[in-house]
């Protein structure tokens, strides 16, 4: 599969870079969210058209640990 590289970030958190990788095929585009820590890897491929779900997704987790942690800081 021919892979053609649209747009990269890279985002240090604690011990850990994640890498966002945007992505193109001839099926069609993708985000590739890579963890890397030592030598360990984790990959998910997230396809373009499902973006708006997953930030939705992630929008409502956050909202969630914000109540959460202000819930348990009392």
């Not at 997230?46 to 058209?49: F, N, Q």
């Given at each position: 599969m021919e892979e053609k590289d649209i747009y990269n970030q890279k985002l240090p958190i604690e011990q850990k870079m994640f890498f966002f990788?945007?992505?193109s095929t001839p099926q069609g585009e993708y985000l590739k969210v890579t963890e890397?820590?030592?030598a360990m890897r984790n990959t998910i491929k997230?396809?373009?058209?499902g973006l708006s779900e997953f930030?939705?997704?992630?929008q409502k987790i956050m909202d969630f640990v914000v109540t959460y942690q202000d819930y348990?800081?009392?």
């Open positions: 990788d945007l992505k890397k820590r030592n997230i396809p373009v058209t930030k939705e997704m992630l348990h800081q009392e």
